[in-house]
């Protein structure tokens, strides 16, 4: 089966590359799945119109990340929301992925993106957003708002990973997509699958027909061409079917 597989642009907060060079990567790699991460208002100046055509031209799904840094999401942020609209507008993205925590008045958000706003489940670091009871409480007043399944956050609450399945459980008919990466906590949050002896984390991938996307990184040149042929590999051992992407 053709797997919707790609990486986050976010990979590279802290490399030595542009976002220009990166999706230049991506493109390479022949990759069909793109998530453009925008973690702050600098970072939503900086994307040229070279950047979106590339992504709008390159990608078969592409979604954004929303700001996480500088903002809480109620109407004083509401010139930022515009302008992050606009982004997706202009790439043509399926929806936009916004943490819970930062969530003040999810009213105010819905009514600005409706059916494109998906909603991450959270890390251990965060007061809230984790588990299904936080999660209801927001989608109670966003009726057709989807579900981001992250499924490095989800050990990181519960090592069992037995809180995948609740989530999915409760939320699947509102899941858009997957994000994985490897853990290893202190400063390596966001790693290689592989690197880190994480397969098991794709048992948790219970709907191959949305994208997961990568947002794990290592400093190793063929990192992103050796994790794809991990994520490939462990996904057809896993459920018996022959993953391309």
């Known amino acids: 089966m053709n ?8 990979i590279a907060y802290d490399q030595d590359i542009s976002l220009s060079e990166l999706l230049d990567r991506f493109i390479e790699m022949r990759l069909n ?5 925008i973690a702050n208002e600098k970072e939503l100046d900086q994307i040229s119109l070279d950047d979106i055509s590339k992504i709008k031209k ?19 942020a509401d010139a930022v929301l515009d302008r ?15 943490h819970p925590d930062l969530i003040d008045d999810i009213d105010w958000l819905y ?16 007061d809230f957003g ?6 209801k409480s927001l989608f109670a007043s966003a009726s057709d708002a989807r579900w981001i399944c992250d499924l490095n956050h989800v050990y990181t609450v519960d090592l069992s990973m037995k ?3 609740s989530l999915h459980t409760e939320f699947g008919d509102r899941l858009v997509g997957y994000h994985v990466s490897g853990y290893e906590g202190g400063d390596r949050l966001h790693v290689g699958l592989k690197t880190c002896h994480m397969p098991f984390l794709l048992e ?3 709907n191959l027909e949305v994208p997961i996307i990568h947002e794990g990184f290592e400093k190793d040149a063929e990192f992103l061409v050796d994790e794809l042929s991990f994520v490939n590999k462990t996904i057809s051992q896993i459920r018996h079917v022959e993953c391309i992407t």
């Open 84 to 98: 992050l609209t606009a982004i997706m507008a202009e790439v043509n993205a399926a929806y936009v992925v916004v």
């Open 163 to 165: 809180l995948a399945k």
């Open 111 to 126: 009514a600005k993106l409706g059916s494109k706003l998906a909603i991450e489940n959270m890390d251990n670091r965060k």
């Open 204 to 206: 948790s991938v219970e």
């Open 58 to 76: 390159s990608f078969e799904h592409i979604s954004v990340h929303g700001l996480i840094k500088g903002i809480t999401y109620s109407e004083h």
């Open 33 to 37: 799945s793109v998530e453009l991460m």
């Open 3 to 10: 797997l919707q597989f790609g990486y986050s642009t976010g």
């Open 130 to 135: 984790q588990c299904v009871a936080d999660l």
